[in-house]
C-alpha cells in the first residue's frame, strides 16, 4: 500500500513539473513572436539576438530559482531556532545572488545594443514590459471567468 501510495505520488509530481515545463516554454513562444514582431526584427538579427537573449533568461531563471530556493527553505524554520551565524550567512547568500541578478540584467542591457541597435535594445525594455502586464492581465481575465 506504501509503494503504490508512493508511486502515485512520484507521478503527480512528475506531471505537475512537467505541465509548469510546458508552461513556460509554451510563455517563452509568445514572448519570442510577440518581441520579434514588435522590434521588427530581420532574421539576421534574430539569428544574433535570440541566442544571446535566451542565455541571458536562462541564466536569470536559474539564479532567481536559487533565491527563491534559499529564501524557502530559511522560511521553513522556525524563527528561534535560527542562529545568528545562520541568518549572517543566509542573508549573505541572498544578497549575492541579488547582485549576481542585477549585474547579469545590466551586462545584458550593456550588450544588447550591439545586437539590435541601441533603438531596438530601449524599445526591448518596454517591449518585455508590455508582454508582462498583457500576460499578466489574461491570466488574471482567465481566473476571473473561472469563478464566475
Same mark, same amino acid.
Given at each position: 500500500?506504501?509503494?503504490?501510495?508512493?508511486?502515485?505520488?512520484?507521478?503527480?509530481?512528475?506531471?505537475?513539473?512537467?505541465?509548469? *515545463? $510546458?508552461?513556460?516554454?509554451?510563455? #517563452?513562444?509568445?514572448?519570442?513572436?510577440? @518581441?520579434? !514582431?514588435?522590434?521588427?526584427?530581420? &532574421? +539576421?538579427?534574430?539569428?544574433?539576438?535570440?541566442?544571446?537573449?535566451?542565455?541571458? *533568461? $536562462?541564466?536569470?531563471?536559474?539564479? #532567481?530559482?536559487?533565491?527563491?530556493?534559499? @529564501?524557502? !527553505?530559511?522560511?521553513?524554520?522556525? &524563527? +528561534?531556532?535560527?542562529?545568528?551565524?545562520?541568518?549572517?550567512?543566509?542573508?549573505?547568500?541572498?544578497?549575492?545572488?541579488?547582485?549576481?541578478?542585477?549585474?547579469?540584467?545590466?551586462?545584458?542591457?550593456?550588450?544588447?545594443?550591439?545586437?539590435?541597435?541601441?533603438?531596438?535594445?530601449?524599445?526591448?525594455?518596454?517591449?518585455?514590459?508590455?508582454?508582462?502586464?498583457?500576460?499578466?492581465?489574461?491570466?488574471?481575465?482567465?481566473?476571473?471567468?473561472?469563478?464566475?
Amino acid at each position: 500500500m506504501k509503494n503504490i501510495l508512493i508511486t502515485t505520488l512520484v507521478l503527480l509530481l512528475g506531471f505537475q513539473v512537467e505541465a509548469q *515545463e $510546458n508552461r513556460r516554454e509554451r510563455i #517563452k513562444s509568445l514572448k519570442v513572436a510577440y @518581441l520579434t !514582431e514588435k522590434l521588427e526584427l530581420t &532574421p +539576421e538579427e534574430a539569428a544574433e539576438f535570440w541566442p544571446a537573449y535566451n542565455e541571458y *533568461e $536562462n541564466l536569470v531563471f536559474d539564479l #532567481k530559482a536559487s533565491l527563491g530556493q534559499t @529564501l524557502r !527553505e530559511i522560511s521553513r524554520k522556525d &524563527p +528561534e531556532k535560527v542562529s545568528e551565524k545562520e541568518a549572517i550567512e543566509t542573508q549573505k547568500r541572498v544578497v549575492a545572488l541579488r547582485k549576481e541578478i542585477a549585474q547579469t540584467e545590466i551586462s545584458f542591457r550593456e550588450y544588447s545594443p550591439e545586437l539590435l541597435g541601441a533603438k531596438k535594445a530601449l524599445y526591448l525594455d518596454i517591449y518585455e514590459e508590455r508582454f508582462k502586464r498583457e500576460l499578466l492581465k489574461k491570466l488574471q481575465d482567465r481566473r476571473q471567468g473561472q469563478k464566475r
